[in-house]
């Protein structure tokens, strides 16, 4: 049975950070795309980051490039997201999401598992 658990999540203030993290049992991270989607109230889920392996690289949302940082402890069985600079328009659920498939698209159908989300509050 697959679980992921998200954690890190939080209220801050403008331009600060936060680390969310998600923590699989019953998956290996290492093998197929990982990644970290977002749902704002009223709006639909969208991706914000995700990963194969470091040898091809990372996708990010325009929105987050260069702020946001997805990495992965293939030790720890653990997918990362690290957020910083913050905006209040980051505000959202933000939700671990694994595939069993090593392509990485942005459809929320190609990811049969996900956790149950953390929120993260941004204030200006």
């Known amino acids: 049975q697959v679980q992921l658990v998200e954690s890190g999540g939080g209220s801050v203030q403008a331009g600060g950070s936060l680390r969310l993290s998600c923590a699989a049992s019953?998956?290996?991270?290492?093998?197929?795309?990982v990644g970290w989607f977002r749902q704002a109230p009223g709006k639909e889920r969208e991706g914000v980051a995700t990963i194969l392996s470091y040898t091809y690289g990372a996708w990010y949302a325009d929105s987050v490039k260069g702020r946001f940082t997805i990495s992965k402890d293939n030790a720890k069985n653990t997918l990362y997201l690290q957020m910083n600079s913050l905006k209040p328009e980051d505000t959202a659920m933000y939700y671990c999401a694994a595939s069993v498939s090593r392509y990485c698209g942005t459809d929320t159908r190609n990811f049969p598992y996900w956790g149950q989300g953390t929120q993260v509050t941004v204030s200006s």
């Open positions: 019953g998956y290996t991270v290492n093998t197929y795309c």
